[in-house]
């Protein structure tokens, strides 16, 4: 049975620094789509990054780019998520998601439809 754990999350101040991880298990894709969600209270759950784990391309919502930077370690079954600089207003539940077989992201890397594979999500709070 696939699994998606998530970890890293946490409470920091305004600025600082956390770098979440979703370690996957019983994940038989070696080349897939897996992205990162976050889900603040009453709002949508949206996308926050997406990486292609067959050649590393990423995509990222226009709300973190060049804050945040997902990668992957292949050797681990991996993906991080390094937030960097980080504001009130990414306080959300992290959620880490997989797309079922070797399929890529595209376009729609960020619609929470596509992705059968969820985790349990861990917190982060930023206070300013």
């Known amino acids: 049975q696939v699994q998606l754990v998530e970890s890293g999350g946490g409470s920091v101040q305004a600025g600082g620094s956390l770098r979440l991880s979703c370690a996957t298990s019983?994940?038989?894709?070696?080349?897939?789509?897996m992205a990162w969600f976050r889900q603040a209270p009453g709002k949508e759950r949206e996308g926050v990054a997406g990486?292609?784990?067959?050649?590393?391309?990423?995509y990222y919502a226009d709300s973190v780019k060049g804050r945040f930077s997902i990668s992957q370690d292949n050797a681990k079954n991996t993906v991080y998520l390094q937030m960097n600089s980080l504001k009130p207003e990414d306080t959300a539940m992290y959620y880490c998601?997989?797309?079922?077989?070797?399929?890529?992201?595209?376009?729609?890397?960020?619609?929470?439809?596509?992705?059968?594979?969820w985790g349990q999500g861990t917190q982060v709070t930023v206070s300013s």
């Open positions: 998601a997989a797309r079922d077989r070797s399929l890529i992201c595209g376009a729609f890397w960020s619609a929470a439809d596509i992705y059968t594979y």
């Open positions: 019983d994940y038989p894709y070696s080349s897939n789509c």
């Open positions: 990486i292609h784990t067959g050649d590393g391309f990423t």
